[in-house]
């Protein structure tokens, strides 16, 4: 069975720092790209970031580049995005997700945890 499993959300103050893990288990933890989602209330759920898996390659979303930064350590099959200089807008359910694809253009999510939510106060 497929797990991911999120840990490190909370509440913080705009212009804090919050770092997000995201434990994986039931599969090989280096045959899917790694990423993070989130989803602000009323809204859809977006792209944050991805790393893949065949190069280490990483992406964001132009919302967070620049303050945002994933990393994954294969010995502990976790991966972790590190969240800078947060601002209320970022507050939002933030999911850990395995995926097929993570490219310039193109990121597929096929598991998904179940999300820790990162509240910003302004």
């Known amino acids: 069975e497929v797990q991911l499993v999120e840990s490190g959300g909370g509440l913080v103050q705009a212009g804090g720092s919050l770092t997000l893990s995201c434990a994986a288990s039931?599969?090989?933890?280096?045959?899917?790209?790694l990423g993070w989602f989130y989803q602000a209330p009323g809204k859809e759920r977006e792209g944050v970031s991805c790393?893949?898996?065949?190069?280490?390659?990483?992406y964001y979303s132009d919302s967070v580049k620049g303050r945002f930064t994933i990393s994954k350590d294969n010995t502990k099959n976790t991966v972790y995005l590190q969240m800078n200089n947060l601002k209320p807008e970022d507050t939002a359910v933030y999911y850990c997700?395995?995926?097929?694809?993570?490219?310039?253009?193109?990121?597929?999510?096929?598991?998904w945890g179940q999300g820790t939510l990162v509240t910003v106060s302004s």
């Open positions: 997700a395995a995926l097929s694809l993570c490219s310039r253009k193109l990121w597929s999510p096929e598991y």
């Open positions: 039931g599969f090989t933890f280096d045959e899917y790209s």
């Open positions: 790393i893949s898996n065949s190069d280490d390659e990483t």
